[in-house]
Nanobody, 117 residues
Framework: QVQLVQSGGGSVQPGGSLRLSCTAS????????INWYRQISGNQREHVAD???????TYARFVEGRFTISRDDAKNTVFLQMDSLKLTDTAVYYCQYTDYRPSYVFWGQGTQVTVSS
């Protein structure tokens, strides 16, 4: 089992910034990916960004240029820096752990991000 603990999030005005963290513990493999998703109320979860074990990064088009994903492997932590936040970024954000083991898909507890004026 892998445990993911998220921190960060909160409320901010449009144009503001927040940083989310996702720390993994437990049966972590040396090479793993962390994926960030978000769920807007009433909708399905959608992919936001991901970072591979070797640092390859993918962003959803709607966050490209505004969000930055990074990882600190010494701390088993992945960060999602969110800048220039928009009202439409309001959602619950989740991190997800995956590695080469197909059954090893674990989710963080989710954290609310609210962008409002």
């Amino acid at each position: 089992q892998v445990q993911l603990v998220q921190s960060g999030g909160g409320s901010v005005q449009p144009g503001g910034s927040l940083r989310l963290s996702c720390t993994a513990s437990g049966d972590i493999y040396s090479y793993y990916s962390i994926n960030w998703y978000r769920q807007i109320s009433g909708n399905q979860r959608e992919h936001v960004a991901d970072i591979s074990p070797l640092g390859t990064i993918t962003y959803a088009r709607f966050v490209e240029g505004r969000f930055t994903i990074s990882r600190d492997d010494a701390k088993n932590t992945v960060f999602l820096q969110m800048d220039s936040l928009k009202l439409t970024d309001t959602a619950v954000y989740y991190c997800q752990y995956t590695d080469y083991r197909p059954s090893y898909v674990f989710w963080g507890q989710g954290t609310q991000v609210t962008v409002s004026s």
